[in-house]
């Protein structure tokens, strides 16, 4: 291992729903770095969402600039969000994830089995790193996936349902987390009842051919899996060099219902008239209505938008050693 080189580790609280979790995690790399003796670590809290995108900078702002500094988002997919926003721009910065969260959708594409290797230090300190291609949408930068529409507001009311129960007692924190996914369908049934969302005007561009029309919902997606164990575009990998668009038409509200856990498990080429797939670099979307975005499970709310594809923008820890394999059945 390079001695310039430095480690630098952010951790979301969110994540661990007792506090003594997130000690025995801090405590564990303290243990590492004081075995192999190298004291080139940091640690940081996240004391607030999109910290880590101001933090980081800053932390980097102060090292050499022969280091190369490797960033930890410890927690779920929300950290790995804000580290990514922080390090884009940077040089001589790598990604790792520590995954904690509630979901993880990023580490589910390297292999069903190695959550428990990237939790292990001994196996992310010294590992290679591979390049992984970069959603840029808008102003925010995306690893897995951007979606417009009836999806967004579905991660949004699911999220809320979230909220409530992390600020009630241990059981319904501890619940929360193993229920995840099933909100997702409880937002589903709640964002489906919304008339105007479902007949949505959008004007829709990729690479120059126009897809306009009233959609319920657009999906963009770099990788396969989403809100848990979800995977629409089963095809869809970070290192292809290409986007996968789905448009989904109107189709009410109960056909919505219906049609979501197909949608969800890659089944979308079994309703023609209603999905189409269409693949390419750069996307534009725009609306008379605000845009209802979720990247990467962060809800944004924007009057157009620009999604752009950047190849290999970022070099990313494969602590499995086996290399990203996308989705498996």
Avoid at 239 to 255: E, K, S, V, Y
Avoid at 297 to 304: H, K, L, Q, R, T
């Amino acid at each position: 291992m390079s001695q310039n080189k430095k480690h630098l580790f952010i951790i979301n609280p969110r994540s661990f729903w007792k506090k003594t979790y997130q000690n025995q995690i801090v405590a564990g790399i303290h243990q590492f770095f004081k075995e192999i003796k190298d004291s080139e670590y940091d640690i940081h809290v996240s004391q607030f969402p999109r910290d880590a995108v101001g933090y980081i900078p800053l932390f980097a702002k102060n090292l050499p600039d022969t280091t190369t500094l490797r960033v930890y988002a410890v927690g779920g997919d929300g950290i790995l969000f804000d580290c990514l926003n922080g390090i884009m721009g940077l040089k001589n910065v790598e990604l790792a994830a520590l995954p904690y969260g509630y979901t993880n959708n990023f580490i589910r594409g390297f292999d069903k089995n190695e959550k428990n290797l990237f939790r292990l230090m001994s196996q992310q300190y010294d590992a290679p790193v591979i390049p992984m291609d970069v959603m840029r949408c808008g102003n925010n930068y995306a690893l897995n996936y951007c979606t417009i529409g009836i999806e967004a507001e579905t991660a949004q009311r699911a999220g809320k349902i979230r909220e409530r129960m992390e600020k009630s007692h241990s059981l319904n924190q501890w619940l929360s987390r193993q229920f995840y996914t099933r909100f997702y369908y409880t937002g589903c049934l709640g964002a489906g009842g919304d008339k105007k969302l479902l007949r949505q005007q959008y004007e829709v561009n990729i690479d120059g051919e126009n897809l306009n029309g009233a959609y319920q919902g657009i999906s963009v997606f770099n990788s396969p899996y989403y809100g848990g164990n979800f995977h629409p575009i089963n095809k869809a990998m970070p290192n292809d060099g290409i986007l996968d668009m789905l448009t989904i038409r109107n189709q009410g509200f109960l056909r919505t219902c219906c049609l979501f856990p197909f949608y969800v498990s890659g089944h979308y080429k079994m309703f023609p008239r209603n999905f189409t797939l269409k693949q390419g670099k750069k996307i534009t979307i725009r609306s008379e209505n605000i845009l209802s975005i979720s990247m990467d499970g962060i809800v944004f709310f924007e009057p157009e938008l620009e999604i752009e594809l950047l190849p290999a923008a970022v070099q990313f820890v494969d602590a499995g050693r086996h290399g990203y394999k996308g989705w498996r059945p």
